[in-house]
């Protein structure tokens, strides 16, 4: 099974900072064949279901705010978030979609200072 | 409007076994390979199934930790999905949520599943 290590667990930022959370696979989510990656990243708000912000990396979901950025490509991914906003408080979620099972991170979760 | 729609929940004794539903719309569901994913209380996600469509001959994956005790199985002509648990413990207490496609577009709004005696 491919292992999703995310960090950090938790951080705490004022409004108009700039977060990044990682994300490490134990296995490379490239493949070959078409050089895509195949890492999503998830928003869950509290009480709510989670969201798709990123697929494939780096392509944002429509609707999802440009502030919002995936990045990386391997085994090491990033998410970006520019000048967080009070609405962004969640949890955040990669996840694996290269190889079955699929498999998530273990969160980060995101905290409004 | 996509919508997903997951209900069969409650409360189940441990060893128990409950099918749960998700009616979809707003889509050609036939297109889509569709996924349960579950979260225990305040725990992180897990994903637990998924079923490809016709044109991959309904091939079903299943996490590990759950192979042998859940069945996933979709009516395409009811837009469906569904996802049978058996010999249900504790540690399968979580709401179950409904996604669509591999990478998890759309989420229904979850099912609660306790297991207690």
């Known amino acids: 099974d491919i292992v999703m290590t995310q960090s950090p667990s938790s951080l705490a930022v004022s409004a108009g900072e700039t977060v990044t959370i990682n994300c490490k696979s134990s296995?490379?989510?490239?493949?070959?064949?078409?050089?895509?990656?195949?890492l999503a990243w998830y928003q869950q708000k509290p009480g709510q279901s989670p969201k798709l912000l990123i697929y494939?990396?780096?392509t944002r979901e429509s609707g999802v705010p440009d502030r919002f950025i995936g990045s990386g490509s391997g085994t090491d991914f990033t998410l970006t978030i520019s000048s967080v906003q009070a609405e962004d408080l969640a949890d955040y979620y990669c996840?694996?979609?290269?190889?079955?099972?699929?498999?998530f991170g273990s969160g980060t979760k995101l905290e409004i200072k | 409007e996509v919508q997903i729609l997951e209900t069969g929940g409650g409360l189940v004794k441990p060893g128990g076994s409950l099918r749960l539903s998700c009616a979809t719309s707003?889509?050609?569901?036939?297109?889509?390979?569709m996924n349960w994913v579950r979260q225990a209380p305040g725990k992180g996600l897990e994903w637990v199934a998924q079923?490809?469509?016709?044109?991959?001959?309904?091939?079903?994956y299943y996490a590990e930790s759950l192979e042998g005790r859940v069945t996933i199985s979709r009516d395409d002509s009811k837009s469906s999905v569904y996802l049978q648990v058996s010999s249900l413990r504790a540690e399968d207490t979580a709401i179950y949520y409904c996604?669509?496609?591999?990478?998890?577009?759309?989420w229904g709004q979850g099912v609660m599943v306790t297991v207690s005696s």
């Open positions: 494939l990396a780096s």
């Open positions: 707003g889509f050609n569901f036939n297109d889509y390979f």
């Open positions: 079923i490809r469509n016709k044109n991959y001959n309904y091939a079903t």
């Open positions: 996604t669509r496609s591999r990478r998890g577009d759309y």
């Open positions: 296995q490379s989510l490239l493949s070959s064949g078409n050089q895509k990656n195949y």
């Open positions: 996840q694996q979609h290269y190889s079955y099972p699929l498999t």
